[in-house]
């Protein structure tokens, strides 16, 4: 069984920076694409990052190119997400998933359905 669990989440004010992680375990990490939702309150679940199986690739969501990165860690079981010039509208609780099939093509706006497994979430507030 698949268990993702993040760390790292916070409150801190506009223009911080933040690190994200996200241990899995259950199947073969390296296998997986990885991916970053969010949620804020009254809102849909919204697509951040996404990162292929052996990291090579990624894609942002258009809001947070440039501030945000996402990372992995084959070794350690872990995927990232490197959170610098952090801004009110990033406010939401962050879910980290894990792709549904192994070996797949990475897509630059994966919809939810694409992740099988998916973490609890972490809050992520930001001031201004």
């Known amino acids: 069984q698949v268990q993702l669990v993040e760390s790292g989440g916070g409150l801190v004010q506009a223009g911080a920076s933040l690190r994200l992680s996200c241990a899995a375990s259950g199947r073969p990490f390296s296998w997986y694409t990885m991916g970053w939702f969010r949620q804020a309150p009254g809102r849909e679940r919204e697509f951040v990052a996404t990162i292929s199986y052996s990291g090579t690739d990624t894609y942002y969501t258009e809001s947070v190119k440039g501030r945000f990165t996402i990372s992995r860690d084959n070794a350690k079981n872990t995927v990232y997400l490197q959170m610098n010039s952090l801004k009110p509208e990033d406010t939401a609780v962050y879910t980290c998933?894990?792709?549904?099939?192994?070996?797949?093509?990475?897509?630059?706006?994966?919809?939810?359905?694409?992740?099988?497994?998916w973490g609890q979430g972490t809050q992520v507030t930001v001031s201004s």
């Open positions: 998933a894990q792709g549904r099939w192994p070996y797949t093509q990475l897509r630059s706006d994966p919809p939810p359905t694409d992740f099988g497994s």
